[in-house]
């Protein structure tokens, strides 16, 4: 091995450990990266494989994840709450399955539903997952059809400002093109950022931005493919 090679693997076994040792939070849009679960991906994730991926490869200290959630008139507050508890929803749906009597089959069926994702929540919880949920609301559109939206990428977006001065890397599990001003700032101020998505819901400036520190989601099948 030559002189120049040497300094080179040196140089890059320093940075190496430089990155390795730099506080890291990773930031998970879920209604972008996750939205459609399976059938979307053609894979079903395994949420603590990924947790244990994204703190043995990148040292991520906390992971915080944005996704919305339906409450069923549960009296969320937006003034006084950050985040929907999980336990109290989860008590609210089971208090409105055990009183079904003037529910409908379909509205039943409904709840019950979405009582399995509040579960999924809480188990995201035990993980080690950070959750930010907002309620989902419907929006009427023009053609008479409703869209269901919880508005999570403002929030994601105020707590990376939020906790700027608590990390020095970021790993954002989202391609939304949304984001790019806040990005932009954080690297603009010193903070590395990495993006980790899916090719296909990734937007262009997002990649561009990106450039060689973009992954490919996709990618990680074999890691965190949940074996059934």
Request: proline fraction near 1%; glycine fraction near 6%.
């Amino acid at each position: 091995m030559s002189l120049f090679e040497a300094h080179f693997v040196l140089d890059k076994n320093k940075f190496y450990d430089i990155m390795a040792h730099m506080k890291t939070y990773a930031f998970i849009d879920a209604s972008n990266l996750f939205y459609g679960g399976k059938k979307s991906l053609g894979w079903k994730i395994d949420y603590q494989k990924l947790l244990i991926y994204l703190k043995e490869k990148y040292g991520v200290e906390k992971a915080l994840y944005f996704g919305g959630i339906e409450i069923h008139n549960y009296p969320y507050n937006y003034l006084t709450q950050e985040s929907v508890s999980v336990n109290e929803i989860e008590k609210h749906l089971v208090g409105l399955l055990k009183n079904s009597e003037d529910l409908s089959e379909g509205k039943i069926i409904l709840i019950d539903k979405h009582l399995a994702r509040v579960r999924f929540y809480k188990k995201l919880s035990e993980f080690g997952y950070e959750l930010y949920l907002k309620p989902v609301k419907l929006y009427e559109q023009d053609d008479e059809s409703t869209k269901r939206k919880a508005n999570c990428d403002v929030d994601m977006a105020f707590y990376l400002m939020k906790e700027k001065d608590n990390f020095e890397r970021i790993i954002i599990l989202s391609g939304d093109g949304d984001f790019l001003p806040v990005l932009k700032y954080l690297r603009g101020i010193g903070k590395e950022v990495d993006i980790m998505s899916r090719r296909t819901r990734t937007a262009r400036e997002i990649k561009k931005f990106a450039g060689t520190e973009f992954k490919d989601f996709e990618y990680l099948k074999n890691k965190i493919l949940f074996e059934e």
